[in-house]
């Protein structure tokens, strides 16, 4: 079964980081990445540039509305995903919790499947 883990996180967490810091949370993802990719769970990972980089689109009555990031009314980011291909719901949420950025974001799971019905 395929399930993705949506790390999110609070606006702002990634600017209040020293480089340093940054850097030594990014390394300890990659290593947990790359742990996933050897157990043959990881079918691809990417992490999300923050909500100032991104816009919104809405389309209502013919009308789109595109408004540039960042996101007033956001409490929270998508900050990164990894999709996964596991046994169970119970492994995925197990993974979950080894994330590290589960020590400073959330970390949602959620199957995939059909966007109908």
Not at 61 to 66: A, F, G, H, L, R
Not at 90 to 98: D, G, M
């Amino acid at each position: 079964m395929s399930y993705m883990l949506l790390v999110v996180e609070n606006p702002g967490d990634r600017e209040a980081r020293t480089d340093s810091e940054g850097r030594a949370l990014y390394d300890r993802m990659l290593r947990f990445s790359e742990d996933l990719k050897q157990r043959g769970l990881l079918t691809m990972t990417q992490s999300l540039k923050t909500d100032t980089a991104g816009v919104r689109v809405t389309h209502r009555t013919q009308k789109s509305v595109v408004r540039d990031g960042p996101f007033a009314e956001a409490r929270e980011m998508i900050g990164g995903i990894f999709l996964l291909t596991c046994e169970s719901r119970e492994q995925t949420i197990q993974i979950a919790r080894e994330c590290p950025a589960a020590e400073w974001a959330t970390i949602e799971v959620r199957e995939t499947g059909p966007c109908f019905g």
